[in-house]
């Protein structure tokens, strides 16, 4: 026990002295966590966190125009209104194409007209029943730029959907009320008699009868919207971590490339020890790492306009998964110091490691929105351990019992690490 | 094949395999993987309990590879190594407490002081306490670094390092002491005090195992000497005998007679 005291300061002090190291080892993390956020836009704007633009071109300038413009504005969407004067459909058709806005849209000269006639003809006296022709369609122009995620794309045509769709029931209830009451008057009904108020169609129709109301999606937990940073921050947070195991291995290569790892193993003083001491200390390291990124999440994303990082009362669990993650990056950074022979070759298989199980463990793209095999794959990865705890606590409100086989599997991979590393130690040539 | 020369060639610790001194090694293989021949090939050795042997071969000669094998880093593929009678597989702690590694490559933490190094391997051995605090000060005395005690080691020139890796050696006060050429590449005064030192540490009784490949210095501080080749041992005896029975004028007239001219690390 004194020994893995004595180990642990020894790795302390050494750490200490590295202050560029050590340096690098908080703000690497931290600018990542910042960065990546700033940069995922598209599952901001997937999550309704922030409006897609559409660009919004109309040669028609009549009612339609202005109508789907009040209709769009209600939702998630953000118009950019172009002037019909200056700008034309090829423009538009470009600036999409080039990347510069994700939709465009277009309503071409005389669609008013078209609409208007098309509603009236629809519910010409006589006329009710026969289908109405193709023609009677007024088209209105969409662009998508390819490259925006399939999930934006179906979120955003819903919205133009949803807007004509209830600008074409309008106008076809106004015209409905419209025939109804003319054909009111030329049978001579009082308006008492009358069994519907033809004035308070369009009000009727707009009521709705049917609503959707969110419920937890389980017992325990409340209701919170999907948040990038919630996701965000433990995960990257999770990927720092695991990049400490390449430090580790460095500073297990340092001892081996220099005579003290024969020195050490002459002394009456196990490998594992002196495991344990690297993992303590690292452990520490990995806990001060979450923390500051813990702490940019709550007081520095509000200031740069994003949501803040919020840990619930699940705070000792939390750390909990911090400490168990750690250890899991601090046995696969020593497995590296012994199988490696120098420090590029550690820091080479770590680092394409590490972001390999990252990726394969839904830090970079969740889990469920990667191919079917690849979630069945993700399983295999030490960061979606803890990352499934991590969003075990902060977005389902879980409690420690639900994330115990995570921790489990963390400190298995930990064990089987040192039984390996200690293993090599006993026969390093 | 010269008459004199081939008087103890072989291998002159085998005979009696039944007896077994401080240091004890017999018959020890060692092929390393992705080498072409094997780095010890029948090495035997006997060390007697209070000598200072020295053991002489040129780059290559497997001298690294037999104090590995003798310090427990790693076992031989064949063959036995014992440390008082012991071996590691069943005695490893016991072995480790009586044992002292100077190592060939500087095994000193940069970024710790002449005394953080100290204080570290002591601790790491198990010493505490007063006892601790005396074993430092006379570390630094001994490899006389006391003024600079609280100085980085990357910032040593390599004599003071040299001293300060035989002063870590030192710091469990070790029955066995086993030096992987500690004097590499420091100048006279650093070598005449390590060599004064180790005299007197040998003379309190301390069996000391002393790799080499400098002649004088063999012939200046050890009471037997054999010579490694090839991994395997090609000459053994007293400083004196070696020159009598080979007629050489001087060791290492004989070391380049037994080990060839040509260089063995290219
Ligand atoms: N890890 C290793 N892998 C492969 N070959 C090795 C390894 N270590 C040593 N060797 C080879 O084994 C032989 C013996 O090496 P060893 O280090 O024991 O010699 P040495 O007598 O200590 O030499 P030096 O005087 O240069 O220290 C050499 O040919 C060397 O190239
Ligand atoms: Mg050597």
């Not at chain 1, 959707?212 to 389980?218: A, H, M, Q």
């Amino acid at each position: 026990m004194l020994k893995i005291i004595t180990a642990t300061a020894k790795e302390f002090l050494l750490l200490l002295r590295d202050r560029t190291g050590l340096l690098v080892l908080f703000l690497m993390p931290a600018i990542l966590v910042i960065v990546i956020t700033l940069v995922q836009e598209n599952v901001m704007e997937l999550t309704g966190q922030k409006k897609t633009q559409v660009l919004f071109l109309d040669l028609d300038q009549g009612d339609l125009g202005r109508s789907l413009q009040t209709q769009l504005k209600t939702g998630n969407l953000e118009l950019v209104v172009w002037d019909e004067n200056r700008k034309d459909m090829a423009e538009i058709q470009k600036a999409v194409a080039n990347g510069d806005y994700q939709v465009g849209i277009v309503i071409p000269k005389d669609a008013t007209y078209r609409f208007k006639e098309a509603a009236a003809r629809l519910f010409q006296p006589g006329k009710g029943t026969e289908n109405p022709a193709d023609s009677m369609t007024t088209p209105l122009h969409l662009f998508i730029d390819p490259g925006i995620m399939a999930g934006l794309r179906s979120g955003v045509t819903a919205q133009l959907q949803m807007a004509l769709t209830v600008m074409s029931q309008e106008a076809k209830i106004t015209m409905l009320s419209k025939t109804l009451q003319e054909a009111m008057a030329g049978l001579n009904v009082p308006p008492e008699a009358a069994p519907l108020d033809s004035n308070k169609l369009p009000a009727l129709f707009s009521q709705p009868l049917l609503t959707l109301t969110e419920n937890p999606s389980n017992t325990r937990a409340t209701i919170t919207s999907y948040n990038p940073v919630q996701q965000n921050v433990p995960a990257w947070a999770l990927f720092g971590m695991f990049f400490t195991a390449i430090p580790i291995a460095g500073s297990i290569l340092r001892e081996r490339n220099s005579g003290i790892w024969v020195r050490l193993m002459a002394l009456p003083v196990s490998p594992l020890v002196l495991f344990a001491g690297k993992a303590i200390a690292y452990m520490g390291i990995c806990l001060c790492q979450f923390v500051l990124i813990a702490l940019i999440g709550a007081f520095l994303f509000p200031l740069i306009g994003l949501p803040a990082f919020t840990v619930s009362m699940n705070l000792p669990a939390v750390l909990l998964t911090v400490l168990f993650s750690s250890l899991a990056a601090c046995g696969y950074g020593i497995f590296l110091g012994l199988i490696c022979n120098s420090y590029e070759q550690a820091s080479t298989v770590g680092a394409t490691s590490v972001v390999a199980a990252a990726a394969i463990g839904g830090v970079m793209v969740p889990v469920y929105a990667m191919p079917h095999m690849m979630q069945r794959l993700s399983i295999i990865s030490p960061l979606n351990w803890g990352l499934t705890a991590f969003q075990d606590l902060l977005l389902r409100g879980y409690s420690l019992s639900a994330i115990v086989g995570d921790l489990g599997r963390l400190l298995l991979f930990f064990a089987v690490c040192a039984f390996f590393s200690w293993k090599l130690a006993g026969r390093q040539q | 094949m010269d008459q004199t020369a081939s008087i103890n060639q072989g291998n002159p610790a085998r005979p009696d395999s039944g007896s077994s001194g401080a240091i004890f090694a017999s018959g020890l293989i060692k092929q390393y993987k992705n080498a072409n021949s094997p780095a010890l090939n029948d090495f035997s050795l006997d060390v007697q309990p209070g000598e200072f042997y020295g053991l002489l071969g040129p780059n290559g000669a497997g001298k690294t590879t037999a104090i590995s094998i003798l310090t427990g880093l790693f076992p031989p593929d064949s063959g036995t190594a014992r440390i008082m009678g012991m071996v590691f597989r069943e005695s490893e702690n016991k072995i480790k407490q009586i044992l002292g590694l100077v190592p060939q490559n500087i095994g000193l933490y940069d970024k710790l002081t002449a005394r953080e190094n100290l204080t570290f391997f002591g601790k790491i051995c198990g010493i505490q306490g007063k006892k601790l605090a005396e074993r430092i000060e006379q570390g630094l005395e001994f490899a006389r670094l006391a003024d600079h005690a609280r100085q980085p080691v990357a910032t040593f020139s390599t004599g003071m390092k040299r001293r300060l890796n035989l002063a870590v050696g030192l710091i469990n006060d070790p029955q066995v002491l086993i030096l992987d050429e500690p004097c590499v590449g420091i100048d006279a005064q650093s070598r005449n005090l390590i060599h004064e030192q180790l005299t007197a540490i040998n003379q309190r009784g301390t069996t000391i195992l002393y790799t080499t490949h400098y002649m004088e210095e063999a012939q200046e501080l050890c009471s037997r000497i054999g010579i490694i080749d090839n991994g395997r041992l090609v000459e053994e005896g007293t400083p004196a005998a070696l020159l009598q029975q080979s007629g050489r004028a001087n060791l290492e007239e004989l070391f380049l007679h037994l080990t060839g001219k040509e260089l063995r690390d290219s």
